[in-house]
């Protein structure tokens, strides 16, 4: 049975499905004139996940999350949310509520007007809206700022407030769009943990854009991978980073040596490849091989050094091109033939001279992962 979660055969489904149902996207379309923003969209989250919608820049992750919150008008498909259409209800009916990329204050409100906007527009009372809003300013860890304006915030205390303006009118699915992208290294790694502890904390469903893999490898119970309007991938961040299904999905998710090879034999459960002159046997992938396959080796799966370690079972000889010190590892590129492969030392320390010339790299066949 194909679930909502794939676009191609049912074969290739990750090893856990979630039990499905919460928000349900089901062919979800929209053109801008003649281009195809969203492109069939299936989507079917389960509650109180943290999902993220992960892709490069352009893919249409903003027009989807527009969509859902009722900003934008699809041109096909439906949304389900607990059980209940919500694609003809009007934004602040939906049971969503949205956070943008540029935190979108109003400047000429207070922090305390801007958190308690939601309940003022569904008409709660003035003592319950300022009850609530001092509450919703601790929650986020900014008691006593009710009365500054947005200027008067550092970018993570705006951040903080147009958290407080979403969770406020409690949500059944919280949209979040690039959140983080304003922030520095260290508070936006920080962030990352205290939105995650706080999406546990209250037990709402998180839709959560990002172009950053790390972060949507640090945070997500789920990542839906998208390219070109479609979800490529959907699974666990394991599953997307080791088991990528496409080479698009690989590339996006880390560095990548995505090597084409040639099938000698399949049988059964296994499959032979040859890469150069190896001959690698591996476990057959969940869909049919053709006889072209492409191989996908993480760059820190392979060894470099002088000669081949003893637990490798394939070493190539290659030749380091260029290095980058990169602090907690080097990266190296190194030609092999008219290929360049991406390999990681890890730990170099401080007395590490990084390799020149000729080396041997090294790797286990059971760390190459097969794209049928
Ligand atoms: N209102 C609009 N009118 C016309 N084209 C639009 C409109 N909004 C978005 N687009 C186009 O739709 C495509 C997807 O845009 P979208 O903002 O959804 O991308 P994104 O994945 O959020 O990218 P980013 O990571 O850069 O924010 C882009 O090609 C964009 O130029
Ligand atoms: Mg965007």
Redesign the pocket.
Same mark, same amino acid.
């Given at each position: 049975m194909a679930t909502p979660h794939q676009q191609t055969s049912s074969a290739t489904l990750p090893a856990a499905q979630p039990q499905a149902g919460y928000l349900r996207l089901e062919g979800i379309v929209?053109r801008?004139?003649a @281009?195809t923003?969203?492109d069939g969209v299936l989507l079917d989250i389960p509650q109180g996940a943290f999902v993220t @919608?992960l892709?490069?820049?352009?893919?249409?992750?903003?027009? @989807? @999350?527009?969509i859902i919150a009722g900003f934008?008008e699809p041109d096909g498909g439906t949304i389900q949310l607990d059980g209940k259409r919500i694609d003809h209800l009007p934004s602040h009916q939906r049971g969503t509520a949205m956070v943008f990329?540029d935190y979108a204050l109003f400047p000429h409100m207070t922090v305390g007007d801007n958190v308690g906007y939601g309940l003022r527009l569904a008409g709660a009372a003035q003592a319950d809206i300022k009850r609530r809003v001092a509450g919703t300013l601790e929650f986020v860890g900014l008691a006593g700022l009710a009365d500054r304006w947005p200027n008067q915030l550092s970018g993570g205390q705006q951040q903080r407030v147009a958290l407080a303006r979403a969770l406020i009118v409690e949500p059944k699915v919280l949209l979040l769009?690039?959140p983080l992208s304003n922030l520095d290294a260290n508070l936006r790694e920080r962030m990352r943990w205290e939105l995650r502890a706080l999406q546990q904390r209250l037990n709402i469903t998180f839709l959560y854009?990002?172009?950053d893999q790390a972060e949507a490898l640090a945070m997500s119970d789920w990542i839906a991978v998208?390219s070109g309007?479609r979800i490529e991938q959907w699974g666990t961040p394991q599953e997307v980073y080791n088991r990528p299904r496409t080479p698009s999905v690989a590339n996006f998710i880390g560095a990548a040596n995505l090597r084409p090879a040639r099938v000698l034999e399949k049988n059964g459960a296994t499959v032979r490849i040859e890469l150069y002159d190896h001959a690698l046997s591996m476990p057959a992938p969940a869909t049919p091989v053709g006889d072209e396959v492409l191989l996908c080796i993480r760059p820190e799966a392979i060894k470099i050094g002088i000669a081949a370690p003893d637990r490798a079972q394939v070493s190539l000889a290659g030749t380091v091109t260029r290095s980058a010190f990169l602090g907690s590892l080097i990266r190296y590129w190194v030609q092999i033939g008219n290929e360049e492969w991406v390999v990681d030392q890890s730990d170099p320390g401080a007395e590490t001279i990084p390799y020149e010339g000729d080396v041997t790299l090294a790797f286990d066949p059971a760390r190459v992962h097969l794209i049928s």
């Open positions: 929209k801008f004139g @281009l923003v969203v @919608l892709g490069p820049s352009g893919c249409g992750k903003t027009t @989807l @999350l527009r934008y990329q769009d690039e854009v990002t172009h998208m309007g």
